[in-house]
């Protein structure tokens, strides 16, 4: 059995192209494998809470000394580590919102990103502790386009973000499909998204 945890972080609903292109690959994926257990999570309709006061001394505090009002600062996060960690395949849809990441996708990443749980402080540097072999596909949407190469690969503060944070909890294993140029005329967008579609049809048999 191969569980996927599916993540949509869009607060779009039909309009939302991450949103659409991570329905194709996963039906996909259900429709070619057998045995596929998906867990959907919906950060852009029901986001989870920021971390706040109370969640950090919970996080910093040895679960021996937590109190009932750590223990309860910490539930929802401990579960959504639990979450994660089952998984074996991770489909994300992420739209590139001010040069980043959605702040629900954020808020998430603070959730899950635990130190004990996803990674550790060793004497020798910080590890990440959950397993390389997973796979991580990473599917964008942006109005604009940041080639490698040119002067506007800089404002992409989105697939070098999440490469480096996933590959500090251990992942590593991280493809990206960009949907780009959606809102710079037909053709660009048209063009995009046929690459992208042609890159999800691919990674269905390859992945
Ligand atoms: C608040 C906001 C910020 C955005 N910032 C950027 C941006 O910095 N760069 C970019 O290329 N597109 C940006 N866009 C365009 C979205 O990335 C694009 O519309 C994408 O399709 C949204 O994903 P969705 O279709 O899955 O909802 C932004 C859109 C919104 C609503």
Same mark, same amino acid.
């Given at each position: 059995m191969a569980n996927i945890l599916h993540i949509d972080t869009s607060p779009r609903g039909e309009r939302s192209i991450s949103?659409?292109?991570?329905?194709?690959?996963?039906?996909?994926?259900?429709?070619?494998?057998?045995?596929?257990? /998906?867990?959907?999570?919906? $950060?852009g309709r029901n986001p989870v809470p920021h971390v706040d006061e109370s969640w950090i001394a919970a996080a910093f505090t040895p679960v021996?000394?937590?109190?009932p009002e750590l223990t309860e600062a910490i539930k929802v996060s401990n579960e959504l580590v639990d979450e994660f960690l089952a998984a074996d395949y991770y489909v994300f849809g /992420?739209?590139?919102?001010? $040069?980043?990441?959605?702040s629900t996708f954020k808020a998430y990443i603070d959730q899950i990103v635990r130190v004990g749980?996803?990674?550790?402080?060793t004497e020798n540097g910080y590890q990440g502790l959950v397993d390389s072999s997973k796979k991580v596909l990473?599917?964008?949407s942006r109005g604009g386009t940041f080639p490698p190469g040119t002067p506007y690969e800089v404002y992409d503060q989105q697939e070098p973000y999440l490469r480096i944070l996933l590959g500090f909890i251990g992942l590593t294993d991280v493809t990206f499909i960009h949907a780009d140029s959606l809102n710079l005329g037909d053709e660009p967008r048209q063009k995009s998204l046929a690459a992208a579609k042609d890159a999800i049809a691919q990674l269905v048999n390859n992945w």
């Open positions: 949103r659409a292109l991570t329905s194709e690959f996963v039906t996909s994926w259900k429709d070619t494998h057998s045995g596929v257990n /998906v867990t959907y999570r919906d $950060l021996e000394a937590h109190t /992420v739209p590139m919102y001010n $040069l980043s990441i959605p749980r996803t990674f550790a402080i990473i599917i964008t």
